[in-house]
Nanobody, 121 residues
């Protein structure tokens, strides 16, 4: 059974920083793109940042220059360093990973359980 376990969320004041981690565990053949999404109350879940297995990155315009995504392929872990946090960054942050779990099976997206990030003004 594959799991994506997130950690690092919490409460921080505006201007502060947080670092999120997401580790994939279980029987995994390959991980392609890993990413972070967020969902605030009343909003749809949207992409924050993504990183391919080759290290190419993509960011939402609202976080460019403030957030940095990285990954450790040896540990099947993706990170999101969040700086200069704003109240509008408050949301549940979800990890996503595109993975192949068995030889010959298709690439599929898997989600973590989510971690709350709250930024106070």
């Amino acid at each position: 059974q594959v799991q994506l376990v997130e950690s690092g969320g919490g409460l921080v004041q505006a201007g502060g920083s947080l670092r999120l981690s997401c580790a994939a565990s279980g029987r995994i053949i390959r991980i392609n793109t890993m990413g972070w999404y967020r969902q605030a109350p009343g909003n749809l879940r949207g992409l924050v940042a993504a990183i391919t297995d080759g290290g190419s990155t993509n960011y939402a315009d609202s976080v460019k220059g403030r957030f940095t995504i990285s990954r450790d392929n040896a540990k099947n872990t993706v990170y999101l360093q969040m700086m200069s946090l704003k109240p509008e960054d408050t949301a549940v942050y979800y990890c996503n990973a595109e993975m192949v779990l068995r030889v010959g099976s298709r690439l599929r997206g898997y989600w973590g359980q989510g971690t709350q990030v709250t930024v106070s003004s």
